[in-house]
């Protein structure tokens, strides 16, 4: 696939495994059976999604029980909003100001606090812990952000919780204290194990590991009871009916497994490109400024940077047009005229915002390319 080379948005989407769609494609045609169905067709079926579900599972250090299947990151990450909060309905959610639209949104619906990011886009976990209310049930914290690649400190979170936990237990309060975190853009590149995360609920997506769009899963540490998210035939531990879409399974399966194996080995390759990129283009444009934090804080295929004066879409659209795709910020809302929620969080100003670009690297980012995108840049921006 030599033609993705110049591709640099794998934040919104990454290209389709081969060995994903070849895994799919059985489940499209010979073996469609409802895997809830009795006869042999449908039982080797439902052996099969507890094949998939085990492979997931184990991934993550977690029991295959506490793996839900969704419909891709977005309706996970309602799911353990909506699934903690609507069960305890006078509960309290605790949340930072860099969240995907994903958390940001349904929190609404909820009694809530909204705790600021540092200027490189990291959250303190003092500041977690003064947000947290006897009422707070759930805090949700994104492991790694989409838009500027910043890590956040998940495990001082969780112990921060731990204590509280210990805390409330010693004064009779027997409210629980769960933690969430949205991982989506952190499967190709972090620990994804959730016993040393301390997370409760974690969120991870098959569009962003190679895998099928609109596929996912949330994990759900046991003991947990969440409120079904959508009612029906009972299906995914009663939490999400509906038949479950097996094919996607599949390629998502596969694509997470083959993430968990190159998960090193990319993480350093890409965390040199990015750097190599960095200093390019600082040096051709010293009056570029990258967002976000520097070295191990960021994920290692993300560069957030603003050419000040430079109007983005602009931007990427000359980018478009000589054969680099890049983005303005996340996907999601790219259709929006207002700035981007994570860059007013950091301080930038709506002007700095429009004059800011993401890139992002990925399986097929080479050297050469890298090298040629930012020399494509830095011709735009002196025309400019």
Not at 76 to 94: P, S
Not at 107 to 113: E, I, P, S, Y
Request: with cysteine; proline share 3%; charged share 20%.
């Amino acid at each position: 696939m030599a033609e993705l080379s110049n591709y640099f948005d794998y934040a919104a989407a990454t290209p389709m495994l081969p060995e994903a769609l070849a895994a799919m494609q059985p489940f499209f045609a010979d073996s469609f059976y409802n895997p809830s169905a009795l006869y042999l067709g449908a039982r080797a079926n439902q052996q099969q999604l507890a094949a998939f579900r085990q492979q997931i599972a184990s991934s993550l250090g977690a029991r295959p029980t506490e793996l839900v299947f969704t419909a891709g990151g977005t309706e996970a990450n309602n799911m353990a909003v909506h699934g903690i909060l609507d069960t305890f309905t006078d509960g309290h959610i605790v949340t930072t100001a860099i969240e995907h639209d994903s958390i940001l949104e349904p929190v609404k619906r909820h009694a809530h606090t909204i705790v600021a990011v540092d200027e490189r886009g990291i959250v303190s976990d003092m500041a977690i812990k003064n947000a947290i209310t006897k009422q707070t049930v759930l805090v949700s914290v994104m492991y790694a952000n989409n838009e500027v690649g910043s890590i956040q400190p998940i495990r001082e979170i969780a112990a921060q919780l731990a204590a509280i936990r210990k805390e409330r237990r010693a004064e009779g309060n027997n409210r629980p204290l769960y933690l969430h975190t949205d991982a989506c853009q952190a499967g190709n590149y972090l620990d994804m194990q959730v016993a040393r995360l301390g997370v409760d609920l974690l969120t991870i997506n098959a569009g962003k590991v190679y895998g099928p769009k609109q596929t996912g899963a949330l994990f759900v540490r046991a003991g947990i009871v969440i409120s079904p998210f959508i009612r029906g035939g009972g299906q995914e531990w009663n939490v999400r009916s509906g038949t479950e879409n097996l094919a996607n399974i599949a390629g998502f399966a596969t694509a997470w497994q083959k993430a968990c194996e190159l998960h090193h080995d990319e993480a350093l390759r890409l965390g040199a490109l990015r750097d190599m990129l960095i200093d390019t283009i600082e040096s051709l444009i010293p009056s570029a400024t990258i967002n976000g934090p520097r070295g191990n804080r960021r994920l290692a295929n993300n560069i957030h940077i603003t050419f000040q004066g430079i109007d983005n879409e602009r931007l990427l659209m000359e980018l478009d047009e000589r054969g680099f795709q890049v983005a303005t910020g996340s996907a999601c809302s790219a259709s929006s005229d207002e700035p981007s929620h994570v860059l007013t969080a950091l301080g930038l100003s709506d002007e700095q915002a429009r004059s800011s670009i993401r890139i992002t690297l990925g399986r097929y980012s080479t050297e050469s390319s890298v090298d040629e995108l930012a020399k494509t840049i830095a011709k735009i921006v002196a025309l400019s």
